[in-house]
């Protein structure tokens, strides 16, 4: 069963793509070069968030505007030469998703924490481009989930209501941020249970009619 009035919001990295390796990388090696050794358990603490955010985390609330702009462009050119010479796959069962949606009439875009120029080259990599219809990235928005701005932006730019949408997302804040959004979530991964409206461990573990019914439920508190 599909529903062609229906919308797929999805989040990228660890979702679509496990990429958080490329990512530790290259904000370690950003860090070092500023005489700032970096953690891996402070880089999971941030992961997924936006980078002033992350940012003002690690070196404190009052860091330079500048500073923040210049550190975060310097990890993400990094990241974007990490990714294109080491390359990139989809997680189990994302492409087949993405592509079915697509052929059963779902409208799709990808709704994500990262700049633009990243969701580019990792929708490149992937070759998944031509199947969404719009992409919202950090640009987009003025604040990061667990705030549903970047949810809600993405249901605009599809003229789509927010309770036809189903976001699927791989961390709680992201799940928290679909929930304020009034969206069901499907929440893939992780080493814990997240609290979505349905939780799976891969997306290849999907039901085949997952989106469908989660729609035919009545709308999310």
């Not at 989809?90 to 990262?114: K, T």
């Not at 987009?140 to 209501?161: C, M, N, W």
Request: proline fraction near 5%; glycine fraction near 8%; charged fraction near 30%.
């Amino acid at each position: 069963m599909s529903d062609r009035n229906g919308a797929v919001l999805w989040d990228l990295d660890g979702t679509l793509v496990d990429s958080a390796e490329y990512h530790w990388r290259s904000w370690r090696d950003t860090m070092a070069a500023e005489g700032l050794p970096l953690t891996y358990e402070q880089f999971l603490d941030g992961f997924g968030q936006r980078n002033d955010r992350i940012l003002r985390a690690w070196l404190g609330e009052d860091i330079d505007p500048d500073r923040i702009r210049r550190l975060a462009d310097a990890k993400e050119r990094e990241y974007r030469r990490l990714a294109r010479e080491g390359g990139l796959r989809p997680l189990p069962g994302a492409a087949e998703w993405v592509v079915r949606l697509r052929d059963q009439g779902w409208r799709q875009a990808i709704a994500s924490s990262a700049p633009r120029a990243n969701v580019e080259v990792m929708l490149g990599a992937l070759r998944l481009g031509v199947a969404f219809d719009a992409m919202v990235s950090a640009e987009d928005v003025t604040a990061g989930k667990p705030d549903p701005q970047v949810f809600l932006a993405a249901a605009r730019k599809l003229s789509t209501d927010p309770a036809r949408c189903v976001v699927v997302e791989d961390a709680a804040a992201g799940v928290e941020a679909a929930r304020r959004a009034g969206m069901r979530c499907i929440g893939v991964g992780g080493a814990a249970p997240l609290d979505a409206d349905l939780f799976v461990r891969s997306l290849a573990d999907l039901p085949p009619d997952a989106f469908s019914a989660l729609l035919s439920r009545s709308t999310p508190g």
